[in-house]
């Protein structure tokens, strides 16, 4: 079972993401922002891909992907950034950054979970 952080401020989106990551037989680790999102990653290296809000209070997603892409532990780990902010600026930003795929809210179930198994199997 391939192990999933999810990185949102927002207590139901998280709750909402993790059932869903669960029906499809995925371990979520979840954390209410960067900060904890940080913790979290180094309390569980085998985490293969990170679902992250992008506008989070303490430390932001980009934020979190600056200091994420610094370890070399944690660079290759494919992030889909999930956001209300679907902006082409912010889309770019994070692109630059490193995000796998911008992810706008809302969304649908099988477009996460697509995704989601897509960015394992171009990592494996």
């Known amino acids: 079972m391939k192990k999933i952080l999810v990185v949102?401020?927002?207590?139901?989106?998280?709750?909402?993401?993790?059932?869903m990551l669960e029906e499809h037989h995925?371990?979520?680790?979840?954390?209410?922002d960067g900060v904890e999102?940080?913790?979290r990653l180094q309390e569980n290296p085998d985490v293969a891909v990170i679902l992250l809000d992008r506008m989070m209070?303490?430390?932001n997603g980009m934020e979190f992907m600056e200091q994420m892409r610094k370890n070399p532990k944690w660079a290759r780990i494919p992030v889909i950034m999930?956001?209300?902010?679907?902006?082409?600026?912010h889309m770019m930003e994070g692109n630059k950054a490193g995000v796998?795929?911008?992810?706008?809210?809302?969304?649908?179930?099988?477009m996460m979970i697509?995704?989601?198994?897509?960015a394992i199997q171009e990592t494996m």
Do not use: S, W
Request: charged share 30%; glycine share 2%; proline share 6%.
């Open 114 to 118: 697509m995704l989601v198994k897509t």
């Open 37 to 39: 999102g940080m913790k």
């Open 26 to 32: 995925f371990t979520v680790v979840a954390a209410e």
């Open 82 to 89: 999930q956001t209300a902010a679907n902006h082409p600026k």
């Open 57 to 59: 209070p303490n430390m």
């Open 8 to 19: 949102d401020d927002d207590e139901l989106n998280r709750k909402i993401i993790a059932d």
């Open 100 to 110: 796998y795929y911008y992810l706008t809210k809302p969304f649908e179930e099988d």
